[in-house]
């Protein structure tokens, strides 16, 4: 008997007839994580209204999260490591299969942008730490200085007090953009910045800036990004693995579900854990499920813009 199958069928059938997101495709088509995806969403909107490419869309769009100085999991303004130091990972993908990223890289106000770079001025898919820092410099990247924001600092200290030097994984500390979107001629790209899991341990690196786990293109298919607890993301490739799934016909929202489930089945810390998944397909359908109620997502396409809260495997 393979591991799947001690999942209760039960939560399956129960969370399949449950609330799923609308099945209409549209193209143009962005998507994001959580609700800061809809200020996102609407940059990457205008970027392609005004003749950017889907590549352009995607990384400006999560500039603006990466700016928000009221976002406490993406960007420097984010919640630090148990440290105290704030660590940024980030990625891009095009879906010709062209993809960088950065993983715990210290000061640098946009990572995606360093990401970018790291895709299109360099031989290599991942740089990390010191030498993204460094290749930050070199490519003209200013550097910020390194002051917790008012609102990390107070958490910070909020958190050393009961600590105990652990780093805590709840359903709430962690709330990552990842961006998904289609241009009308078929492209696909995506894109994920966080500050990662707060008080994690110094040197962590969650998902995002890993590429098949926090986000996976392919204009073949279509186009798959994660939030919420890394470890258990990477742990089932969760982006590629739903690529995959839409590749062998599930729709985005079937391939979504079958991924949390897989996710279900392998964590150790089922109590404790949230994930999200997010997905596109090439025809410009979609698809949004998490582990638990909370998760919700921005769309934008021609017709609109709305928050969608995604169905769930526990109700
Ligand atoms: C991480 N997946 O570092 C990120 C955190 C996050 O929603 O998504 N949050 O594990």
């Not at 990572?111 to 290599?124: D, F, G, Q």
């Not at 492209?187 to 098949?212: E, F, N, Q, W």
């Amino acid at each position: 008997m393979s591991t799947l199958a001690t999942v209760p069928l039960a939560g399956i059938a129960r969370n399949l007839s449950g609330k799923t997101a609308e099945t209409i495709a549209y193209k143009p088509h962005i998507l994001s994580t959580w609700n800061h995806g809809m200020p996102a969403n609407d940059k990457a909107w205008e970027v392609l209204e005004t003749g950017g490419s889907i590549l352009d869309a995607v990384e400006q769009g999560v500039m603006v999260t990466e700016n928000d100085l009221s976002n406490l999991s993406v960007g420097l303004q984010g919640l630090p490591d148990r440290e105290g130091i704030v660590t940024l990972d980030a990625s891009i993908m095009k879906g010709d299969g062209s993809c960088g990223a950065v993983a715990f890289v210290r000061q640098v106000k946009h990572p995606i942008s360093l990401a970018r770079k790291v895709m299109e001025n360099t031989p290599h898919v991942l740089l990390a730490g010191e030498g993204a820092r460094q290749f930050a410099i070199a490519e003209g990247m200013p550097l910020e200085e390194e002051v917790l924001s008012p609102n990390a600092e107070k958490a910070y200290e909020r958190w050393k007090e009961n600590a105990k030097y652990q780093p805590i994984i709840n359903i709430e500390n962690h709330d990552t953009i990842g961006m998904i979107g289609l241009d009308e001629t078929g492209s696909l790209a995506g894109s994920c910045t966080t500050s990662g899991l707060a008080y994690k341990m110094h040197g962590r690196v969650g998902d995002s800036p890993i590429i098949g786990a926090g986000l996976f293109v392919d204009d073949q298919v279509g186009a798959a990004t994660a939030t919420g607890l890394g470890e258990e993301v990477i742990r089932i490739c969760g982006a590629f693995l739903i690529v995959e799934l839409m590749r062998q016909g599930r729709t985005p929202q079937e391939a979504c579900e079958e991924a949390v489930r897989r996710a279900v089945a392998k964590s150790k810390n089922l109590d404790s854990t949230q994930i999200g998944f997010l997905a596109l397909n090439k025809e410009g359908s979609f698809g949004g499920y998490a582990i638990r109620p909370g998760f919700n997502f921005a769309q934008h396409h021609a017709n609109g813009r709305s928050l969608i809260d995604a169905g769930s495997w526990f109700n």
